[in-house]
Nanobody, 123 residues
């Protein structure tokens, strides 16, 4: 059974940082593309970015460029989302997701999803 489990969410003041982790079981993430999405109440789901687990190539959404960093630890079957300079508009439920096909991930959506972790940025 494939599972993606996020952790690291919480509440932080504007300008603060959080690091999210996504641990996979039941599959070898080394052959996958891992993406992070977020969804705030009343808004559409937004793709934050994605990383090729094979070689670490990354891509970021415009709203997080320069503030968020994707990374991975293949040995631990884990992907990370480092979030710096957080803003109130970053408040959302953050999901990690994985698919072996980057094309499918970008066009149809990933095959596997985590349960999500809440990030709240507020003073």
């Amino acid at each position: 059974q494939v599972q993606l489990v996020e952790s690291g969410g919480g509440s932080v003041q504007p300008g603060g940082s959080l690091r999210l982790s996504c641990v996979a079981s039941g599959l070898d993430l080394g052959y996958y593309v891992m993406a992070w999405f977020r969804q705030a109440p009343g808004l559409e789901r937004e793709r934050v970015g994605y990383i090729y687990m094979t070689d670490g190539i990354v891509s970021y959404g415009d709203s997080v460029k320069g503030r968020f960093t994707l990374s991975r630890d293949k040995a631990k079957n884990t992907a990370f989302l480092q979030m710096n300079s957080l803003r109130p508009e970053d408040t959302a439920v953050y999901y990690c997701a994985a698919d072996p096909s980057p094309v499918k991930l970008l066009t149809q959506g990933p095959k596997y999803w985590g349960q999500g972790t809440q990030v709240t940025v507020s003073s």
